[in-house]
Nanobody, 123 residues
């Protein structure tokens, strides 16, 4: 499975961005997926996860009510709509495919990772 994340960039606080993650292979369509992020000097943290069929969405506390995760199984693409962005959202964002059908909140349950896309939010 290969993952290609894109859509990051520089945006002012309060703005929006939409990240996409193109995944190859049937595994991506049949497995849970997730978005994670890592800021300089900080651990990788979970942003949002989604089950194989698009249900069972989970959001980290810091992004609830601002971010929306979705998945197009037919295209094998994962999305993250980010609204009301804050400077503290600045990080490299990674997409990942879980080992099973559930979008786990355990980072160790993810087998395949994309290369990351930088999101920078200016104040």
């Amino acid at each position: 499975v290969q993952l290609q994340a894109y859509g990051g960039g520089l945006v002012q606080a309060g703005g929006s961005l939409r990240l996409s993650c193109a995944a190859s292979g049937r595994t991506a369509s049949n497995n849970g997926m997730g978005w994670f992020r890592q800021a300089p000097g900080k651990d990788r943290e979970i942003v949002a996860t989604i089950n194989w069929n698009g249900d069972g969405r989970y959001y980290g506390d810091s992004v609830k009510d601002r971010f929306t995760i979705s998945k197009d199984r037919a295209k094998g693409t994962l999305y993250l709509q980010m609204n009301s962005l804050k400077p503290e959202d600045t990080a490299v964002y990674y997409c990942a495919v879980a080992r099973g059908a559930i979008g786990s909140t355990d980072v160790n349950m993810y087998r395949y990772w994309g290369q990351g896309t930088q999101v920078t939010v200016s104040s």
